[in-house]
């Protein structure tokens, strides 16, 4: 059995993280955030099909105003994700946001965190700070030479800082890069560091099957270490498939049992069904079932199918 990292608790709009809660689920809208029908459209679906909590890109001041109706109507909370320029998370607490991603990386300085800060305590709505791999500070480049977890971990710190220097706890912490081994060392140096919760991914992982594969490698090899209070498969494609992705890597480590988990064999020459196809069909129809939590076996011949069925 899996023993995770012990954590402060904190809350999205109704979702706690960390703590005893479960690990939660993580997507991103890839509408026009100020398209609010359209993001609203597919924020119903991703949370019919078992996501936790939604990010949304805030890349103008149209979009962080939208946010308004989205996070009004929204079935799950809503995270505005800010970059550039900090007056967007200003703008994005009126609209009335759970959560405010912030990359210190490049909101300008600590002046800027700070500003939000002070406009996020007084609301309760959390913070993660969010470190890049590809926007790290150019002194830290400079100091290691290279992204390492090093940096990661040190560009982390200089805004947990600010933070905690103005009494602010409401806090999540990511650590994220493309490159595996390099997440990893990074997550496993900071969550000896402090107690905050984690938000665990491989930004950036690639294609479906490419994105799909290494971020079932990285976060499996995180999760079972314990490490992680929330999750992201970051995928080129619908978010849709993040979410199955997420659930499963979940489910297959004993972290979550919602979702109908689908067995079948790889076929042989003993194979007299079409099989392939028909277990394609299950797991395409199971897929709306989210919350059961059951075993469907799609099996080819006698050998292994009457111990599976």
């Known amino acids: 059995m899996i023993q ?6 904190i809350q999205v709009g109704g979702v706690k993280i960390g703590g005893d809660a479960p690990v939660a689920v993580q997507s991103m809208t890839n509408t026009k955030t100020q398209d609010a029908a359209a993001t609203l459209a597919q924020i119903r679906k991703l949370a019919d099909l078992g996501c936790d909590i939604i990010r949304c890109a805030v890349p103008d001041m149209d979009a962080a105003l939208a946010l308004k109706e989205i996070t009004a109507r929204s079935p799950i909370p809503v995270i505005a994700d800010i970059h550039f320029d900090y007056r967007l998370a200003l703008q994005a607490l ?3 946001v759970d959560g405010l991603r912030l990359n210190p990386g490049n909101i300008g300085g600590s002046e800027n965190v700070r500003a ?20 790290l500070p150019k002194d830290l480049l400079e100091k290691y030479g290279h992204p390492a977890a090093e940096a990661l971990v040190e560009a982390a710190w200089r805004h947990i800082r ?9 806090i999540k912490v990511s650590l994220k890069c493309h490159d595996v081994p390099l997440t990893l060392d990074a997550y496993r140096l900071l969550a000896g560091q402090c107690d905050y919760p984690l938000h665990v991914g491989i930004t950036e992982a690639g294609t479906l099957r490419g994105g799909t594969i290494k971020s079932a490698v990285g976060l499996g090899i995180i999760l079972y ?9 970051s995928l080129s494609g619908d978010p849709v498939e993040e979410v199955y992705t997420a659930k499963q890597i979940l489910r297959d480590l004993g972290l979550r049992r919602e979702g ?18 028909l277990a394609n069909q299950v797991e395409a129809m199971v897929q709306n079932y989210p919350k059961l939590n059951i075993k469907v076996a799609v099996m080819g011949c006698a050998v292994n199918g009457p111990g599976e069925a």
């Open 162 to 170: 600010i933070l905690e220097e103005m009494d602010y706890g409401n």
């Open 94 to 96: 009126e609209s009335g």
């Open 260 to 277: 109908i988990e689908v067995v079948s064999c790889p076929t042989c020459g003993r194979t007299r069904i079409d099989l392939i196809d």
């Open 116 to 135: 939000v800060v002070e406009a996020a305590k007084p609301r309760q709505v959390p913070i993660r700070i969010g470190v890049n791999a590809g926007s």
């Open 225 to 233: 270490e314990g490490i992680g209070d929330t999750i992201r498969v």
């Open 4 to 9: 995770r990292r012990k954590t402060r608790q």
